[in-house]
């Protein structure tokens, strides 16, 4: 999803991390509606927090609509079907960093297998 303006285009990504769209008049809301793919990186926190919470709280979406990125990557049926579709990550900020992470050492050791 392309934000410019306020506006969804279809075919796009759009992340957000770390904080709410709530100053932007509920841009982020109205785009969480138009998505195909709205994911997170935890229901229960993205539910109570940020883009996603004030989506729920506006009847824009439902919690079923929110899918963990866990999941999205273990199941391909979860992903895009299209080049039309409109997909989020509202991201938290718990699994990203956790990832991210979990990448670098992962990188690492595998570094450290080749040298040996």
Do not use: N
Not at 70 to 89: C, K, M, N, V, W
């Amino acid at each position: 999803m392309a934000a410019r303006r306020g506006r969804c285009e279809t075919g796009h990504s759009h992340h957000r991390r770390g904080r709410g769209w709530r100053r932007q008049a509920g841009v982020g809301a109205q785009a969480l509606a138009l998505a195909q793919i709205r994911a997170v990186d935890s229901v229960s926190q993205c539910s109570k927090y940020g883009d996603s919470a004030f989506a729920l709280e506006q009847g824009l979406i439902e919690t079923r609509d929110l899918v963990e990125l866990g999941r999205i990557i273990q199941d391909p049926t979860l992903r895009r079907r299209s080049a039309q579709d409109i997909s989020i990550a509202d991201l938290t900020g718990v699994a990203v960093q956790d990832m991210a992470i979990a990448e670098l050492a992962l990188q690492r050791l595998r570094s450290a297998e080749l040298m040996e």
